[in-house]
């Protein structure tokens, strides 16, 4: 009886032996576990921190190029404010002027012919010949004040210029000039239809200008890049038929040479 008695307790030793090494054996799988889990929430963090730092980095560029912006915007807008104000000016100042025009013009330009000439398309209030340069005080300035605006890159401002002085000196000394350069602002503003348009006009109502030979030129290329090929030889040949001697001329012929090939 003792002897089963004892080998009852060892048994019982035995399995509780056991069933601690399993527990043990867990309880390290656990803490495996544990370690993975928590290397994996390590990786996570940083992966997300470093997104995170992206995020502001992008936000901070963001926030910079929005400031940048409005910055450029306010600069603009004085500008522009800067701009509208010298044109009340100088509207206010031409306003002036053209109240004595009339008496002007009497006084600067010669006795007129028994006939009077043509009807001009700008609706013209002076009725002076191509040969008699009319002018009135201001209108150089007012040409000058046109070309700069048009170097400056505000071409419909150099427009308004340029047709305010033809619509009152269409024959002025300067008039050829203004309807060549309101041409070209057309064309640096890619409005090719009224650019061709100008430089017609410029050979329509001023055939002596030294200018006619470039917008025939321009006129000719014109008419070739919008498909009007066989207008385009024409104007080509025109050119070089009435400017033999221009150096337009030369051009047009070499323009020829490859519309045939």
Not at 11 to 26: D, K, P, V, Y
Not at 157 to 179: I, K, S, T, V
Not at 185 to 193: F, M
Request: proline residues 4%; aromatic residues 8%.
């Amino acid at each position: 009886m003792r002897h089963s008695s004892l080998l009852l307790l060892l048994c019982l030793f035995f399995l509780s032996a056991c069933a601690t090494r399993r527990e043990i054996g867990n309880f390290k799988k656990d803490i495996f576990f544990l370690r993975s889990e928590l290397d994996s929430l390590r990786s996570g963090q940083q992966s997300t921190q470093f997104m995170l730092g992206q995020l502001q980095a992008t936000t901070a560029r963001e926030v910079e190029a929005n400031l940048q912006w409005r910055e450029r915007l306010s600069v603009k807008l004085e500008q522009i404010a800067e701009q509208n104000q010298f044109l009340r000016g100088r509207l206010e100042e031409i306003s002036h002027q053209l109240v004595n025009l009339p008496s002007q013009l009497r006084l600067t330009t010669s006795t007129p012919s028994a006939s009077p000439p043509a009807a001009n398309k700008f609706n013209p209030v002076d009725t002076a010949t191509a040969d008699q340069r009319p002018q009135f005080p201001g209108s150089v300035r007012l040409y000058e004040s046109a070309y700069q605006d048009l170097v400056k890159g505000r071409h419909e401002q150099a427009r308004e210029g340029f047709m305010l002085y033809l619509r009152f000196l269409p024959h002025g000394e300067l008039a050829d000039e203004a309807q060549y350069w309101m041409g070209e602002s057309y064309n640096r503003d890619g409005q090719n239809e009224k650019a061709m348009q100008a430089f017609q006009d410029l050979i329509d109502h001023y055939p002596e200008s030294d200018r006619v030979p470039m917008a025939l030129f321009k006129l000719a290329n014109y008419q070739i890049m919008l498909g009007q090929t066989n207008a385009g030889k024409k104007t080509l040949e025109t050119l070089i038929e009435r400017f033999p001697s221009a150096k337009e001329s030369n051009e047009a012929q070499l323009r020829l040479q490859e519309l045939q090939n």
